[in-house]
């Protein structure tokens, strides 16, 4: 009897265990630093809600006909004048004139908790053997 596919059978599933695990043990560390406040996390419904991803994306990813809005707090420093380009839209743009405060104030959380997580130039990404995505550390 052939025994060869169990001999590779048994290979495999050595391999899917071993990198599970390293997976489960190594992924953790990884993902220190990356935890979101509360209130960024409201902030991220908020976004969803208003389907802000329609036209814009994070890191590249989402709806095409607004810029990439990953770091946008930063360009534009500081929270009032975000507000109000958030509120006034243009003629591509709704205008989200009819926020509550309350969202207002989780979306620009959110806003600034993404530019401080990263910048969305795919060039600063460094990709590892495990499949994930880092940040280059010395170019930001
Ligand atoms: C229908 C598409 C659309 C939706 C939905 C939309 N936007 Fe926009 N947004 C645009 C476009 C297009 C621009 C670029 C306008 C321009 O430069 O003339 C823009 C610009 C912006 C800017 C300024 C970007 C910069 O680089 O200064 C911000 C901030 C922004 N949008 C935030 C939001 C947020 C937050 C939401 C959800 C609450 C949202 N947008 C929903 C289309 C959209």
Redesign the pocket.
């Known amino acids: 009897m052939n025994r060869m596919p169990s001999i590779v059978f048994a290979i495999l599933c050595m391999a899917f265990l071993i990198y599970s695990g390293s997976i489960y043990i190594y992924g953790a560390s990884a993902s220190e630093g990356t935890e979101f406040k509360a209130e960024a996390g409201n902030g991220k419904l908020?976004?969803q809600?208003?389907?802000?991803?329609?036209?814009?994306q994070m890191y590249g990813l989402g709806?095409y006909?607004?810029?990439?809005?990953t770091n946008?707090s930063s360009?534009?420093q500081n929270d009032t004048i975000?507000e109000a380009?958030?509120r006034s839209?243009?003629?591509?743009?709704?205008s989200?004139h009819g926020?509550d405060r309350k969202n207002m104030k989780a979306?620009l959380v959110f806003?600034r908790e993404m530019d401080a997580s990263g910048t969305a130039d795919p060039r600063n990404f460094r990709r590892e053997m495990n499949g994930m995505i880092y940040r280059n550390e010395n170019r930001n």
């Open positions: 908020v976004w809600k208003y389907n802000c991803q329609g036209c814009h709806g006909l607004g810029p990439d809005l946008v360009k534009w975000l380009v958030i839209g243009n003629e591509r743009m709704p989200y926020m979306l806003l």
